[in-house]
Nanobody, 114 residues
Framework: QVQLVESGGGLVQPGGSLRLSCVASGLTFSRYRMSWYRQAPGKERELVAMITSGGNTNYADSVKGRFTISRDNAKNEVYLQMNSLKPEDTAVYYC????????WGQGTQVTVSS
């Protein structure tokens, strides 16, 4: 059974930083693309960043230059380093992978507010 568990969310002031982590189990982690999505209140869930098994990355335009996705295959973890946070980054952030079917983590809340 594939499980994804996120951590690292919290309350941060505008301009601050947070680092999200997602630990995966139940799959050969290094073989799979991992993604971070987010969902703000009243909005659809959207792709934030993606990293392939080979380490190639892709980002939403709204976070380019501020967020960095990375992975540690030895630890089965994927990370999202978020810098220069803005109030509009406030959302629940989810880890996602596709292993036969789509799997989601439970989400971690990120709130950017003064």
């Amino acid at each position: 059974q594939v499980q994804l568990v996120e951590s690292g969310g919290g309350l941060v002031q505008p301009g601050g930083s947070l680092r999200l982590s997602c630990v995966a189990s139940g799959l050969t982690f290094s073989r799979y693309r991992m993604s971070w999505y987010r969902q703000a209140p009243g909005k659809e869930r959207e792709l934030v960043a993606m990293i392939t098994s080979g380490g190639n990355t892709n980002y939403a335009d709204s976070v380019k230059g501020r967020f960095t996705i990375s992975r540690d295959n030895a630890k089965n973890e994927v990370y999202l380093q978020m810098n220069s946070l803005k109030p509009e980054d406030t959302a629940v952030y989810y880890c996602r992978t596709l292993f036969m079917v789509v799997y989601w983590g439970q989400g971690t809340q990120v709130t950017v507010s003064s």
